[in-house]
């Protein structure tokens, strides 16, 4: 064989390699993409809607309903929810929401009367609600609070979501821990789940004792992927974190956001999981 040849086939077989190696190199780096995009992603919005009064003070439901629709949500949290209540002209305000939204599946946890009617938390979902209850702790505030609990089936996967709207005064800060203890105490362990969302108006911020328990046992969304403040209050000129969606090892989070409108007293925070199977 000449030096030629040698040379000839000694290149070939160098680039022969090289291509089989950035193959392999290629195929592992697309790999993990390819298995997400098998997985289902999961759009999850909490949104204290003051009744659907905004800040121009008009009700219009059809405005907190473009807000659900422009995020995407499959899973929306609300609270400050009316049924029946004269201020809000007796709508009930969880059908008319999920009949504008198209997230047929909904829910609603009474905690109080009030005007004539009931005023709590709904869930609203693009899957379906297996099984819900509206658990009340200890009352030491002025007014019933509740957490609406909603086990959803998405695709197959089971979703147990805790949606809550806590007392609001510095001096309830020992209920608001009531709370969360609950929920990790005796509402989660009577379920069966694939992966657990708290979500809500805690009504405290970062680093409080009411954030420091709920994340003795979830992790806050915001902390993980948010980008920014994530302040939600109020709406014209955001000051605080008070509104969260706390999770578990069940879901990986993509991104958190907050948008910006004035349809509520609060702005909604939004987040995208990917479900893990």
Request: hydrophobic fraction near 40%; glycine fraction near 8%; include cysteine.
């Amino acid at each position: 064989m000449t030096s030629h040849m040698q040379i000839t086939l000694h290149n070939f077989i160098i680039g022969l390699l090289f291509f089989f190696l950035v193959s392999c190199g290629n195929n592992e780096q697309a790999q993990p993409e390819m298995e997400r995009e098998d997985q289902t992603t999961l759009t999850v919005m909490s949104y204290n809607i003051q009744h659907g009064r905004g800040m121009d003070g008009e009700i219009d439901l059809e405005r907190i309903a473009q807000v659900i629709l422009d995020e995407g949500a499959d899973i929306v949290a609300l609270q400050e929810v009316d049924m029946g209540v004269e201020r809000s002209g007796r709508i009930d305000i969880a059908t008319e929401l999920a009949e504008l939204t198209g997230l047929e599946h909904y829910v609603f946890g009474k905690n109080i009367d009030h005007q004539g009617g009931d005023y709590g938390n709904a869930t609203l979902s693009r899957f379906p609600i297996t099984e819900y209850e509206n658990v009340h702790f200890e009352q030491m505030s002025p007014e019933q609070r509740g957490i609406l609990t909603t086990l959803i089936d998405v695709d197959g996967f089971s979703l147990l979501m805790m949606n809550t709207h806590l007392a609001h005064r510095s001096q309830d800060e020992p209920e608001r821990v009531i709370f969360i203890e609950g929920a990790r105490d005796e509402i989660i362990p009577r379920y069966q789940s694939d992966a657990i969302i708290f979500i809500g108006d805690f009504n405290d911020v970062p680093g409080s004792a009411t954030h420091e328990a709920v994340k003795e046992y979830l992790t806050d969304v915001w902390e993980v992927v948010g980008d920014g403040d994530g302040f939600t209050i109020p709406p014209d000129n955001p000051n605080r974190r008070i509104d969260y969606i706390f999770y578990d090892d069940g879901l990986e989070p993509l991104n958190a956001w907050v948008p910006v409108t004035m349809a509520s007293d609060h702005l909604p925070l939004v987040a995208d999981f990917v479900l893990r199977n």
